[in-house]
DNA sequence: CCTACCGATCGGTAGG
DNA sequence: CCTACCGATCGGTAGG
């Protein structure tokens, strides 16, 4: 097994170590990996630090790159915060797509908010509902809460189409939205992949609590 | 009724502005009570603008002082910080000590959770739930950290409690807990004294939302 | 409680 | 993609 594994990835010799953490697969697509991989590395630095505690010098070093380097591919460090929160909400976006499969109000609700957290329980994207809006620009900002609103009205438009279809009882879909999210939310500030639960157990347990609070 | 409290309040003319905004009262405890009026301005402060967008200049600019006073009340920014979370957790202290007047277990949970999302939605210590714990020293983010924790031990023994005396459904005590402190410490997120629901009016709600998802 | 002032950090750029 | 470097901000202190 080990001598095997040994022949068949022969891996290069590398005399500087890893660079861009090995996300340059392809050819032709290179430099979107490259961006991304810098998001993803920034993404888990600043959660793991904080925003204003992680340098741009140290995201560099986490690529084996130098700061210079950074500015082919983001703007400034608030440009790098915003798109960490611009794939954050894609992950969102991709969340509600899966969604809309389910047949109830409730059943798109539970596929939905199920899918969110195993993106945000595996993705490092989950920094950014932590991360303070403030650390971007004042039009940034509003970029990212103009599409956090827009998820926040079709959050509570599947509440009002689970009361109208009667897989929902009466609730003011506001608050309950307000309720569930802030709980969701919440999951990256205590969830660990090394701890004893994995994120689909966390996703079970808290679509558990959500569908008792909601059913008619 | 203007003519007489333009009589009554003989407010003395001020050449530069209210120091301490005006929290200064009896003789004795003035420095308790420039202690406290600092860490509430700069817990707004924090909250509105971000803990490093915030500079001590600033935080003494809004008690009509200069950076160095404030070192007088503390020795640091992230001291300054960590007197904020201190503050908030005596919050919740006390409304532990509200809750415990209840009969069941879901009972004392209701009871501690309203006055603690009472003292949330009125108080400035709703920073403390949002701020990042690395912009404080490691010992001091780790002092923070265990009276977090006892808390959350605290909760879990109230769901547990209610499990044995027959007013909660038999639930996973950690996850439950998680669960609705997400969701109630998230409300400093979003609401506002000058939005359409006073604290009151949420805090009722979620308690509705929590008994339903706990309650047999 | 204030007037200066220092020192370190760090985002960003020049220029190649 | 790197070496060097600038400029501004800001926490903290001296000294009164």
Redesign the interface.
């Known amino acids: 097994m080990s001598a095997v594994s040994k022949t068949v990835r022969k891996s290069p010799p590398r005399t500087r170590g890893v660079r861009w953490n090995d996300a340059v697969q392809s050819r032709e697509e290179r430099n979107e990996a490259k961006r991304v991989a810098l998001i993803r590395a920034a993404g888990r630095a600043f959660k793991a630090?904080?925003?204003?505690?992680t340098s741009l010098d140290e995201v560099a070093a986490l690529l084996n790159l130098t700061k210079p380097t950074l500015y082919y591919y983001v703007s400034s460090k608030a440009d790098l915060l915003y798109q960490c929160h611009d794939y954050a909400l894609d992950l969102g976006e991709a969340a509600f797509q899966h969604g809309q499969e389910g047949r109830t109000g409730l059943d798109k609700l539970r596929r939905t908010l199920a899918k969110y957290m195993e993106s945000m329980t595996h993705d490092f994207a989950a920094y950014s509902v932590?991360s303070?809006l403030?650390?971007m620009t004042p039009a940034q900002k509003r970029a990212i809460q103009k599409r956090r609103r827009e998820f926040d009205t079709r959050f509570r438009a599947l509440v009002s189409e689970g009361m109208a279809d009667g897989s929902i009882r009466e609730?003011?879909p506001m608050?309950?939205v307000?309720?569930?999210?802030?709980?969701?939310?919440?999951?990256p500030?205590?969830f660990s992949e090394d701890g004893p639960?994995n994120g689909a157990q966390?996703a079970d347990?808290?679509t558990d609590?959500l569908t008792?609070?909601l059913r008619v």
């Open positions: 630090k904080g925003f204003h505690n932590l303070d403030n650390d609730v003011d608050l309950t307000a309720w569930f999210m802030g709980a969701i939310n919440a999951i500030r205590w639960l966390v347990a808290y609590l008792r609070g």
